[in-house]
């Protein structure tokens, strides 16, 4: 479904759900998602729905994910980052009350 | 136009205030049509905090105190019924709210306010309590510093106030009321018992109208023998994203809704109809929820909005049957979520009856009349 551009740009190595993909310099973390293959990158909170990417303009946050251990951020506005660990944004975010 | 069709009640106004009512008419077995405006109305339905909220209300004025608080008592009957009705849970919570203090002075304040509503409420009784250090942590997961005590009371709750109005909507329908959306009030004419009320598209004879246009029942009383004289009050509310559920009860400044979101408010402006969000604002509630519980520091802000109350003079809400034109009410507040079951279980059957109750005898309009100058 998708394939890199002929002009490929550097390629950068991240990691999507423990999954090593290559990705060109400049992509979004969501279109490293697409790239790998995942299933899905989040499950919503409410009823547990798996999602992918889909506006991949920062409007329809279907693409929350874990960037490098912080939660909830929208993967299609975060460019990749060498090394950049992508995770699953399973249900709410959870937060230690007492850790502020 | 076409020739008037006939009905029991007309209802202008399709938020919580209307809807509510409208909902308690048709339960009564009334034909019951109810007017909505389009998205150019100030719908502050759809801004609201979405709080049951008792404490601390009706200081100086017993007789709110009572409807609150009676409301209160019947929200756990209409969200029991809407379900019902609908298939849909309003997420009805009533575990007792917190008023958060963050100094001797607002201690003292508070307790003094607190005792004088429970002077005020006499055999009806006023629970409330200071609590204070690690009761307040126990109770209010990762409260700041900077709290240094609360006042509780177990009447106070929330719920989804958009599934409120989608319920009453719903529910009024599903029960035989005819819902007009998209639609303006252009003129009215008024005998007692006998209505007619013009829209672009129609004309409506009925035996009753209820106003509940929020702030545009000012400019529609006077039609109709009565008096609105409402203003607008904006407030700003901020919005976190979800997270696991933190808050086990509400505070009137932030509360985690059913959902997962954190929801900050409670700021108050007097700017007109003036919609507009300020970054001062924000600034202002996002650094007192942070002072409240420092983790919403830690949470990304994914919505914000204003929204405008229907502020009358004194607070108080305005309750009124026509005297020159019965059958002619008139209903604001600016707690539309709160009086939800009230308007619907306790108002709309007065209404039907033709007799206002005299607990509400408080909220007539003619309260604001100033003596003429001698």
Known sequence: MFRLRPEARAAVRVTVDGRDVSVPEGASAAAAVLLAGADAIRQTPVTGAPRLPYCMMGVCFDCLAEIDGVPNRQACMVPVREGMVIACQRGARVIDPEAA | ?374
């Open chain 2, 1 to 374: 136009m076409s020739t008037a069709q006939a009905s029991d009640a007309v209802v202008i106004g399709g938020g919580l205030v209307g809807a509510a009512i409208a909902y308690g008419l048709v339960r009564k077995g009334l034909e019951v049509v109810l007017l909505d405006e389009g998205d150019v109305a100030y719908r502050a339905s759809r801004g609201n905090f979405a709080l049951v909220w008792v404490q601390g209300k009706g200081d100086g004025q017993p007789a709110y105190t009572r409807w609150t608080r009676a409301s209160a008592s019947e929200w756990p009957g209409l969200r029991d019924m809407l379900a019902e009705a609908t298939g849909i849970d309003t997420h009805l919570q009533q575990p007792g709210g917190m008023h958060l203090l963050f100094s001797d002075t607002e201690v003292a304040q508070r307790l003094a306010l607190l005792e004088r509503m429970k002077l005020a409420a006499g055999n009806h009784g006023y629970e409330y309590r200071l609590v204070e250090g690690q009761e307040l942590r126990d109770m209010l997961p990762g409260v700041g510093p900077k709290v240094i005590a609360a006042t509780y009371t177990p009447y106070d709750g929330h719920v989804n106030s958009l599934k409120l109005l989608h319920a009453l909507h719903r529910g009024f329908v599903a029960a035989g009321g005819r819902y007009v959306p998209n639609t303006t009030v252009t003129g009215a004419s008024a005998a007692p018992g006998d209505f007619r009320i013009d829209t672009a598209e129609a004309r409506y004879a009925t035996l009753r109208v209820v106003l509940a246009a929020g702030l545009g029942n000012r400019e529609l009383a006077p039609h109709f023998g009565l008096q609105a004289p409402v203003v607008p009050n904006k407030g700003q509310v901020l919005v976190t994203e979800r997270t696991k559920h933190l808050l086990p009860m509400p505070t009137v400044c932030v509360r985690q809704t059913d959902e997962g979101t954190v929801m900050l408010g409670d700021s108050k402006e007097d700017k007109g109809f003036d919609l507009s969000q300020t970054p001062d604002v924000m600034a202002t509630i996002a650094r007192r929820s942070i002072d409240s519980f420092p983790w919403i520091g830690q949470l990304n802000i994914v919505r914000a909005w204003s929204a405008l109350r229907v502020m009358s003079a004194d607070g108080f809400p305005i309750y009124e049957q026509s005297r020159r034109f019965p059958g002619a009410f008139v209903a604001n507040c600016h707690s539309g979520v709160t009086l939800a079951a009230a308007h619907a279980l306790l108002l709309a059957p007065m209404i039907v009856a033709g007799d206002l109750d005299p607990m509400l005898a408080p909220f007539t309009a003619d309260r604001f009349d100033v003596p003429a100058a001698a």
